[in-house]
């Protein structure tokens, strides 16, 4: 019998010669608005780093015009392209900055950028120009964005919401070879890394996952139980100790040190909007606070730095688990 990563290969081949030609018009279902495309876009901007990554991953770098709201380095295959792409700006970008570009469609990462209270704009907005917006289906599905600063999880998420988005803009730029391509890819490795960790066969190990801090000795952002690190960990067999709903709920750290982790995930990143955005000062904090320090997890040194951007709904969510199931072996776990 094959393993279920030699099957999910074997189906990425068997399947890679079946896809088709978009059929336009497309009609798409999007995050509450319905598109239609009568031919592939000639052009796109991108607000939100995961959009700027799949459609490079689909070899439509040629197709963007400008990118925004980066939190890390763009994957190192994407660098050279990325070089010669403009970067709008660092985080939000401005309408104006947007549609000077005249884009044949904008992509967004989060529904607060584009939506219903877009900080960027709404999608009417863009509508009334003549430009479609695309919202990545991880911000919709199972997620209410009218709660909470980041949104509140109504369901466990998954990477099928991604591998909706990776599919749904290679339908839209009619290139669903590679979207299928990719998507099976991301299956197989997800699959891989899975087993890996699953093979410890652990059985009480619990995490926390760290993202930022508005100060340095105030509450932190960290994971609630049902978005991209939730399911992480549900994969590789580690209990969140956050029980919050919201994406990114704010929790003390008397009650964390009170839920004592096994493991502690920070998060890595380039942006700098806070000062915990760095991550030697979360490594700093966690060994010299009076509470954090006391946690097993720190006193033990099962503390695992991981990329910011791969904590949230992107295809770098795959990168995340192998990254965690191969360091999860050397941590002494059970």
Same mark, same amino acid.
């Given at each position: 019998m094959f393993p279920k990563t030699t099957l999910a290969l074997l189906a990425l081949i068997a399947g890679a010669g079946t896809a088709h030609a978009t059929q336009y018009p497309l009609?798409?279902?999007?995050? #509450?608005?319905? !598109?239609?495309? @009568?031919?592939?876009?000639?052009?796109?901007?991108?607000?939100?780093?995961?959009t700027t990554e799949i459609l490079y991953a689909l070899g439509l770098a040629d197709r963007v015009k400008g990118t925004s709201v980066w939190f890390t380095e763009v994957l190192p295959q994407f660098k050279e392209v990325n070089a010669g792409i403009e970067r709008l700006a660092d985080n939000d970008p401005s309408f104006e900055?947007?549609?000077?570009?005249?884009?044949?469609?904008?992509?967004?990462?989060?529904?607060?950028?584009?939506?219903?209270?877009?900080?960027?704009?709404?999608?009417?907005?863009?509508?009334d120009l003549g430009i479609p917006t695309y919202i990545l289906p991880s911000d919709c599905l199972g997620k209410d964005n009218s709660t909470g600063s980041d949104g509140t999880r109504t369901a466990?998420?998954?990477?099928?919401?991604?591998?909706?988005?990776?599919?749904e803009l290679a339908q839209i730029f009619d290139v669903e070879d590679k #979207?299928?391509? !990719?998507?099976? @890819?991301?299956k197989a490795r997800e699959a891989a890394a899975i087993d890996k960790a699953r093979a410890l066969?652990?059985?009480?190990?619990?995490?926390?996952?760290w993202f930022s801090s508005a100060e340095m000795d105030i509450d932190?952002?960290?994971?609630g139980r049902k978005g991209p690190p939730a399911y992480m960990m549900q994969a590789l067999g580690l209990r969140n100790v956050i029980e919050s709903d919201e994406e990114w709920p704010v929790v003390s750290w008397e009650s964390i040190a009170r839920a004592n982790p096994s493991v502690i995930v920070i998060a890595k990143m380039d942006r700098r909007r806070f000062?915990?955005?760095?991550?030697?000062?979360?490594?700093?904090?966690?060994?010299?606070?009076?509470?954090a320090s006391q946690m097993e997890a720190v006193r033990n040194d099962r503390i695992v730095v991981l990329d910011a951007h791969a904590m949230d709904s992107s295809i770098r969510n795959v990168d995340a688990l192998e990254t965690l199931a191969a360091a999860l072996p050397a941590l002494g776990l059970r």
């Open positions: 009609q798409l279902a999007n995050c #509450g608005v319905t !598109l239609r495309f @009568d031919k592939a876009p000639d052009s796109a901007v991108t607000v939100g780093q995961a900055s947007v549609v000077a570009k005249r884009p044949g469609l904008v992509t967004a990462q989060y529904e607060w950028h584009i939506g219903p209270q877009g900080i960027v704009a709404t999608r009417e907005q863009f509508a466990m998420y998954s990477m099928e919401s991604i591998h909706q988005g990776v599919t #979207g299928a391509a !990719l998507v099976g @890819d991301l066969d652990l059985h009480d190990a619990s995490a926390l996952f932190p952002y960290v994971a000062e915990a955005d760095d991550y030697e000062k979360k490594l700093a904090f966690l060994k010299s606070d009076p509470v």
